[in-house]
């Protein structure tokens, strides 16, 4: 079927067992709110448009702790207002999913145009130090999957995730075939299986990941955003609190295998690689072809993970390309990382744009062949 | 041990979590009381209360007492307490906000949340000041009183909560002091068995802050001061506006009925399920 982007990701939000959307409505994301708002009545789940962005998270966490899967859709401005609740799903550890189409900014910005200009804010936005999942999307097949893998992610690891699309896969329209229920690896948050006495909400596992009890199910525990003990009280004894924060850490960096995902397009012998994402992995994917008909070997890697950040991707293309390009529309937030890891082997080109236009193949190609 | 105290022990949370927070003397306690005897009244199971609160002194309520318990963002709890509503009907969501939480920080959430009519009851702290940050004046401080960032007068008309959740739609509202205990108990126990968005404000002394910047003295001359000017609502009935000025009218301001969000979206669930295949 043709599916649009915004619709394939309300699409993977129901197989993935989504059954709440609390949202604001917010260009260019609304077109997830409002079919949610036909489909989840149908399903027994909820709809419900809230007051605010702030209210929006508010209510997806909440429903969340009740044990429903949860979800919201923004853009930049709503995006900002989150990162208040953000940063409490974070510490007390509750699943939730967060789709951000971003859009120009800073501020009001450009409402329809498509940026990628959110990607570090999706990283550090929230205040306090804390882990970050975000997931990007560059075909309409990718939205779909990746707000399945979200839910995963989120259920598994007890956190947030964000997925991070642009305007231009929001909304481009692509022949999509969906797969069979079946087929769709779905997790579910582990629940405790001891009796309500020995349950300890927050406590340290060799996964790093705390069994979850919902609220009503007879496991009645402390759940505040306050740093807390291993009872989930709140604690200022310094023997608790790094513990806790360490942990809140390690759960996700233990796991950064299954969390980080990236795709290599001609790596092999490539001397420059492109390191792109959503929709100008698109045009990188071109720009590589016609690289290679005009004879200069490149290759992409496509990164489908944006934080926890792919180093150990990178890392292995930065091994085999004397020259990375990395084109992004927002002023260089990854490039920079690209640098960070890079050790100097390689030289890290970039390629910005931030005047709400795509990046074009032919851009990239005229890029190429500057610093080749 | 007494019978009431008996019925408190039995919802306190006696492991770890004692002694709280609060100053000597403090109304919190007052209201935490009351709100455990109206639930032991209404009969509701443990598992089945949620108690949800914010930021601030209020906001530390829930952890001393044996429910589900949510500490949430400051000003956002009526958000939290929303999703878990429409999440898990069957549970019963209690929400303990202070002044500034329930109308600075949390005043969008709060009007919209009665405008709704979900079917959570809110029970709100008023002490006319944020205590726990050093007695910086809130939206209730009345004008002309002293604060730590009014120093010099409040310049600003204090809200008025009971009447602001009247006019934002509550269907059932409710106020008393901590001096009146057991007329709290029982605007509580009413808020809770009410269907729909609830209110009941609970005047309360900060003598801390409050009372300490603006000299009204000790907790107990302040409680005197709520039992001084409290008037009930059938005397403030036939009272000249005048005479109320400095008045605080106590009891049910408002028992109407109006749709409940739950139970009318379980309405649009059936239409939704209806246009299935059409």
Not at chain 1, 139 to 162: D, G, H, I, Q, W
Request: hydrophobic content about 40%; charged content about 20%.
């Amino acid at each position: 079927m043709l599916l649009q982007g915004n619709e394939a990701v309300v699409e993977g939000a129901l197989v993935a067992g989504c059954r709440f959307f609390a949202g604001y409505p917010i260009t260019p994301a609304s077109e997830i709110s409002e079919i949610l708002s036909i489909k989840l009545p149908r399903l027994d789940g909820s709809f419900i448009q809230m007051e605010d962005e702030i209210a929006s998270l508010g209510a997806v966490i909440g429903a969340s702790l009740a044990g429903v899967k949860s979800m919201t859709a923004t853009s930049g401005p709503g995006f900002s207002l989150m990162q208040e609740n953000l940063g409490f799903a974070i510490i007390a550890e509750v699943p939730c999913v967060i789709v951000n189409v971003m859009r120009g900014g800073p501020s009001t910005g450009l409402p329809t145009f498509p940026s990628q200009s959110d990607v570090m804010q999706a990283r550090w936005g929230t205040h306090g130090d804390h882990p970050a999942i975000a997931l990007s999307a560059s075909t309409v097949r990718e939205c779909y999957e990746m707000t399945v893998k979200a839910f995963n992610l989120s259920e598994k690891f007890r956190t947030p995730v964000v997925l991070l699309m642009d305007e231009v896969v929001a909304h481009m329209r692509e022949k999509m075939v969906l797969s069979d229920e079946e087929e769709i690896e779905v997790f579910n948050r582990v629940k405790p299986t001891v009796p309500p006495e020995w349950y300890i909400p927050y406590e340290d596992t060799p996964g790093g990941v705390p069994a979850m009890a919902n609220f009503g199910e007879g496991y009645r525990y402390h759940v505040t955003g306050l740093t807390h003990d291993v009872r989930g009280f709140p604690t200022s004894r310094p023997d608790e609190i790094g513990p806790f924060i360490a942990r809140l850490h390690r759960k996700i960096s233990q796991h950064f295998s299954e969390i980080q995902m990236a795709e290599f397009f001609q790596t092999e012998d490539a001397e420059i690689t492109i390191v792109a994402y959503g929709c100008v992995a698109r045009s990188a994917r071109r720009a590589m072809i016609e690289a290679r008909e005009k004879g200069i070997k490149v290759g992409l890697l496509k990164l489908v993970t944006i934080w926890p950040f792919a180093r150990a991707a990178v890392e292995r293309v930065l091994q085999k390309s004397r020259i990375l390009l990395v084109p992004e529309m927002n002023m260089g937030q990854i490039s920079r990382e690209v640098k960070r890891v890079n050790p100097g082997v390689a030289k890290v080109f970039t390629l910005n744009k931030v005047d709400g236009t795509i990046i074009t193949p032919d851009e990239i190609l005229n890029r190429i062949t500057e610093v080749s | 041990m007494g019978e009431v105290t008996k019925v408190i022990y039995k919802y306190l949370r006696h492991d770890k979590k004692f002694p709280h927070v609060w100053c000597p003397g403090c109304g919190i306690g007052i209201m935490l009381g009351a709100l455990i005897r109206a639930i032991d009244r209404v009969g509701l199971e443990k598992d089945e209360v949620v108690l949800v609160s914010g930021i601030g002194c209020s906001g530390r309520l829930p952890v001393y007492v044996d429910f589900n318990t949510l500490h949430t963002t400051h000003g956002r709890a009526l958000t939290f307490a929303t999703g878990v509503k429409l999440a898990k009907p069957s549970l019963k969501v209690i929400v303990i906000m202070g002044d500034g939480d329930a109308v600075a920080i949390g005043g969008n959430h709060f009007i919209h949340a009665a405008r709704r009519n979900i079917d959570v009851t809110s029970i709100i702290l008023n002490n006319s000041i944020y205590g726990m940050t050093g007695g910086q004046y809130s939206p209730t401080t009345p004008y002309g009183m002293r604060s730590s960032t009014t120093v010099y007068s409040n310049i600003e008309q204090a809200f008025k909560i009971s009447e602001l959740a009247v006019t934002a739609g509550a269907v059932f509202v409710g106020r008393g002091t901590v001096y009146q205990a057991k007329l709290l108990d029982s605007l509580i126990e009413k808020a809770i068995l009410k269907p729909g968005f609830s209110v009941v404000e609970v005047i309360a002394h900060c003598h801390t802050q409050y009372g300490r910047q603006n000299r009204l003295g000790n907790a107990v001359e302040m409680m005197e001061w709520q039992r001084d000017h409290a008037v009930t609502v059938e005397k403030a009935a036939s009272m000249a506006p005048e005479g109320l000025q400095d008045k605080i009218v106590i009891g049910v301001l408002v028992d109407k009925e109006l749709p409940v969000y739950q139970e009318e979206y379980e309405k649009i669930r059936e239409r939704a399920k209806a246009t299935i295949g059409r």
